[in-house]
């Protein structure tokens, strides 16, 4: 049986709605007997309140969760900073947690959130490998507004890149200045995004009459430079890459290609002395520091940061959920620099 809302759940569970609302106030507030009663039935029923419709009637916290993939990666860090700047200058406290590339983390990450009741989240999901159903019932009790990756049907509204403006724009520079572009990627690439660039390289070539060249390598989780590094070492030493142009799907996989080009003595750049071009997608903070310096397209860090936070203060200072699910995407910025 579906549970959808309190009063089905004290019918359910044979216990009296004032004292199961009483419960979800203060489980200390109930007989220990009562209390154990309560907790088995919502194992057996699955079923999680509506904080954020019991707090329409109650001072919110000043507390905003944000939720990021992982903070080890500066991209989350650079992005979760703007981010924490917003949300304190209009004058809520951030608690910032970090699901480290894992579901289970960011499964109990929310739980953690929903148990201190925040004003709302703002939550960069793991997105491929995330619950989805948890993360929606999730956004149900909880205002919620998605960055960077997707859910679909979860949250008020989902800010982010424009991943078929952004590919679309370097595989047009790097084909009006050289060989067209082989597609670096992972086979098991954590983030959904991974799978919009791919979509758009594909239509960006096939757009400028180009046979395209995906070169997929074997890879899953966090660890992109190490996987860039070790089948950019696998692929130029068996001169297997179609091309001597290559797009790679992030940064953190360009980054660990370069290495591996160096490692390997084969000369990055536009020189006529260079062999290869590489580029990335991100403008990862590290990527100007490179050598060569990584060409890249640049996401709009402040934009979607502000976006985000935006609408979430906007939501809790209404206190009204919004009608239909919104997207906004921003557009990439060309950054031309010396490894294409």
Not at 272 to 285: E, K, Q
Not at 301 to 316: H, Q, V
Request: aromatic share 8%; proline share 6%; glycine share 8%.
């Amino acid at each position: 049986m579906k549970i959808r809302n309190m009063e089905q759940f004290a019918a359910a569970s044979g216990i009296s709605r004032p004292t199961v609302s009483k419960y979800f106030n203060d489980p200390e507030s109930v007989r220990k007997s009562t209390r154990e009663r309560i907790e088995a039935a919502l194992e057996k029923f699955d079923y999680r309140p509506n904080f954020y419709a019991m707090n329409q009637n109650r001072r919110l916290t000043k507390n905003i969760g944000v939720v990021v993939a992982n903070l080890a990666d500066p991209f989350f860090a650079e992005i979760s900073r703007n981010i924490e700047q917003l949300i304190v200058e209009a004058g809520f406290r951030p608690i910032l947690v970090s699901s480290h590339g894992s579901p289970e983390e960011e499964a109990d990450a929310l739980d953690s959130l929903r148990s201190i009741k925040p004003a709302g989240v703002l939550l960069g999901p793991l997105g491929r490998t995330s619950d989805s159903e948890a993360v929606r019932a999730f956004c149900n009790d909880v205002p919620t507004v998605l960055f960077d990756s997707d859910i679909e049907g979860a949250g008020e509204a989902f800010v982010g890149s424009d991943n078929d403006q952004s590919i679309g724009l370097i595989v047009d520079y790097l084909c009006r200045t050289g060989e067209p572009p082989a597609f670096f990627e992972m086979d098991q690439p954590p983030n959904p995004n991974a799978f919009k660039r791919r979509n758009a390289y594909l239509a960006a070539m096939d757009r400028l009459g180009h046979a395209p060249n995906l070169v997929q390598v074997p890879g899953e989780g966090w660890d992109f430079e190490e996987i860039g590094f070790r089948e950019g070492t696998r692929l130029m030493s068996e001169n297997a890459l179609p091309t001597n142009t290559v797009l790679c799907s992030n940064d953190r996989l360009a980054i660990g290609f370069l290495s591996a080009a160096y490692e390997l003595g084969k000369k990055v750049g536009l020189g006529s002395d260079c062999v290869l071009r590489v580029a990335g997608h991100d403008d990862h903070p590290f990527s100007r520091y490179t050598c060569p310096s990584l060409t890249t397209v640049a996401q709009d860090y402040r934009a979607i940061a502000d976006t985000a936070t935006r609408k979430i203060l906007n939501i809790i200072e209404t206190g009204e959920r919004e009608e239909g699910r919104k997207t906004h995407l921003f557009d990439g910025k060309l950054v031309m620099r010396g490894s294409a």
